[in-house]
């Protein structure tokens, strides 16, 4: 199934992957395609802010929505530049106006993220007071997100050990980005929807991986109404999704799907019966399996 994504998964980048030769469980030579991680510094002006683990793609889109997800980016800033130094591995975000996030860059909590996601500062931070609008979700739309998105040739079929997310409108994947981390990949998406002024109230973000707390809250930061994944969920996800009114939909399988808040705002328009199961995904010779 072809999607025509604005930025879909480039598979075909040789930087994004290495060739590693090893020995299988019978002792036989083995090549395995494996991911390349690459540190990415991330300044604010002359700040220096965090030093992310990361693939190394569109680090632009990276730094800016990890700044804005950890809220030393206002929506309505200005931005004169972003330089990346691709030698130095690093980049260098410029705003109009001068930033208060020095006390932010003292409290730094570690989360569980994937690749040592940071989270600054207070993490409730910034959602006192939100409340996402009340779109409502066909599970029709969600059926044909999850076989699109399942089913598109990614570097997590070609080489493993990444997470996807994807952001989509109504059953439209629309800009799916990977990394290490999930955190990352949300982080990218972010960032696109800073610099092309995307509206997110419209909008579902898929995630594969766990729909932890961080990923609430980046997801309730960016006005996205709608998380969805494949995988599960954590009590304090659970709790702050029901607290700024995300619509919460995890275990995607098949026909299958949980909701654990935002109920209400689904409307079941689609028999699962006539859903088929998922398909296998075949991954390409010498992929590395997780």
Known sequence: MAVDYLIGPNIENRRLTRSVTGVDYNGEPVVLSVVEERPLTIYLNSQE??????????????????????????????????????????????????????????????????????VFGDMMEGLQGLTLPAAPVRTSWLYALARAINMTPSLYLE?????????????????????????????????????????????????????????????????????????????????????????LIGRMRGKRFVCLSGEDRLIRDADPETVPEDEKRHRRKGALID
């Open 49 to 118: 802010v965090v030093t992310a683990m990361t693939i190394g793609d569109y680090p632009e889109y990276l730094a800016l929505g990890f700044l804005r997800n950890q809220g030393m980016l206002d929506p309505a800033e200005t931005v004169t530049g972003i330089d990346y130094d691709e030698e130095l591995e690093v980049v260098v975000v410029r705003t109009e106006s001068r930033t208060t996030y020095e006390e932010k860059v003292r409290k730094k909590t570690r989360t569980s993220g994937c690749a040592v996601g940071t």
């Open 159 to 247: 080489a493993g050990a990444v997470h996807g997310t994807v952001l989509c409108k109504e059953d439209k994947p629309l800009v799916y980005m990977e990394d290490v981390g999930r955190h990352n990949a949300v982080d990218k998406i972010a960032g696109w929807m800073f610099l092309e002024k995307a509206s997110p109230e419209d909008k579902i973000l898929y995630t594969t991986g766990r729909l932890t707390s961080e990923m609430v809250i980046k997801t309730a930061m960016m006005g996205i109404p709608v998380l969805a994944s494949r995988s599960g969920f954590t009590a304090w996800g659970v709790e702050i999704a029901r607290q700024v009114g995300l619509t």
